[in-house]
């Protein structure tokens, strides 16, 4: 396909930039072309860009110098100037030397990669001072590569003598602007440990009280604040529009055992995540990597559902926590035929069907949330001896700890233990009863 204009259909906002947005149809994968340029039509209208046309070119693999094609290149650039497009918006990432070049074949227009208009769409919607830094590291990360003189207004006062006049202004600039980048991200990353500790912290109380910590994942626009917000009764930014969280909300959720849980909704995946912004967050997703339980939310009705599923697994693999106990959430079945839903019961059997929206399916979703909090709670009393500290250290990362206490012997622990984790304490397991008229002397 070569040049797809939207539908006249389709609305526009005059105020809006326009762009052409250009994919790369490589045949076999889960994605259709079409699809993941679907996709790309919805982040750009988050970030305030109307669609003015699609360009699709089948290639085996990218060309090195421009990416698609260089007769490609000249028909988008044609195609952007006969629509009036300010802005070429590519499918997929660009080396630094790709978007060069590009930029030279089209000169009077800003040509963005998939990675960068995620980054301009997670600057608009960071909220918390954390989020902000994480955000802001992995946009110069992603500039650093790419900086040509960008930054000459932060540095103008420095230009045109010593290094300046030895190497020439504009080479003494861009060391300049790569300096100053290079300390800012220094900056920003000190800073990130500094709120990464204290969220430590905090994650460390939850993880001392004994509740159970669950922590909601899925794909953007999944449903998964909707879901918090419907179990717990927050208000938690909940739109219908791709990464409209960004930071990490945690709330306290009681099942009808009386046992209280925590419940964590966290930032969306979503297919092609940069790996900066991943690194970026990973703070943020310890959350994810610390819990107990993850609740896969998915968006049942969505067509991509499957390879959208398969996305977040690729994340959660990324960040260290594919192996963690797992519900899936089948969201959005208000929106199925009768004939769909039967198809997703089939190929998902252990699934929850529900609607965040309706509140249909929410009571069973509950029984089986109270199932899986008893079914990991089961309290043991070691004493582990000062030879493997290594299992204190797993204690703190993977248990409830209740308490401890350092004895002669050994490090006294009370804890809830996840079931599965069981076997790893049991040689050091002690009578609770002998234990606590010790800590009691």
Do not use: C
């Amino acid at each position: 396909m070569s040049g797809r204009t939207r539908p006249p259909e389709w609305e526009r906002d005059d105020s809006r930039p326009r762009a052409v947005l250009v994919g790369v149809d490589r045949g076999a994968g889960e994605w259709p072309v079409e699809e993941s340029l679907a996709e790309l039509e919805r982040l750009a209208y988050t970030a305030g860009i109307d669609t003015a046309a699609m360009v699709t070119q089948r290639l085996d693999k990218a060309n090195p110098r421009t990416f698609i094609g260089a007769g490609k290149a000249e028909e988008v650039a044609q195609l952007a100037g006969a629509h009036g497009a300010e802005i070429v918006i590519f499918d997929d990432d660009l080396t630094p030397r790709q978007q060069a070049n590009i930029e030279t074949i089209l000169p009077d227009v800003r040509v963005f990669d998939r990675t960068a208009l995620i980054l301009e769409i997670f600057a608009m919607h960071a909220v918390s001072r954390e989020g902000k830094l994480q955000v802001e590291l992995a946009q110069l990360e992603y500039l650093l590569p790419r900086l040509r003189g960008m930054w000459g207004h932060l540095v103008r006062e420095r230009l045109g003598g010593g290094r300046g006049a030895r190497f020439g202004a504009g080479e003494s600039q861009l060391e300049t602007d790569r300096r100053l980048a290079r300390k800012r991200i220094a900056d920003l990353k000190r800073e990130l440990r500094r709120v990464s500790a204290a969220r430590a912290t905090q994650r460390k109380s939850r993880a001392g009280s004994g509740v159970f910590r669950v922590a909601l994942v899925g794909y953007t626009n999944a449903g998964k604040s909707s879901l918090l917000n419907a179990l717990t009764g927050a208000d938690a930014l909940a739109y219908d529009m791709l990464f409209a969280t960004l930071d990490s909300t945690t709330r306290r959720l009681a099942l009808a055992d009386g046992r209280e849980i925590t419940l964590t909704d966290t930032v969306g995946f979503i297919n092609k995540l940069p790996h900066g912004l991943v690194e970026a967050f990973k703070s943020t997703l310890d959350e994810v990597r610390e819990a107990d339980l993850l609740l896969h939310v998915v968006d049942a009705s969505h067509v991509q559902a499957e390879a959208q599923m398969a996305a977040v697994d690729v994340v959660l693999k990324e960040i260290e926590a594919s192996a963690a106990p797992r519900v899936l959430v089948m969201n959005k079945v208000d929106r199925l035929a009768p004939d769909e839903r039967a198809r997703v019961v089939a190929r998902h059997p252990d699934g929850v069907l529900l609607s965040a929206a309706t509140g249909e399916g929410v009571e069973a979703f509950l029984e089986r949330l109270a199932a899986e909090a008893a079914r990991d709670s089961v309290t043991m009393t070691v004493l582990v001896p000062y030879t493997h500290g290594e299992l204190v250290r797993l204690a703190h990362e993977r248990t409830h700890l209740v308490s401890e206490r350092h004895t002669p012997e050994g490090t006294a622990l009370v804890m809830r233990v996840p079931s599965t984790m069981v076997p790893t304490f049991a040689e050091y397991a002690v009578d609770a009863d002998a234990h606590e008229a010790g800590a009691s002397r």
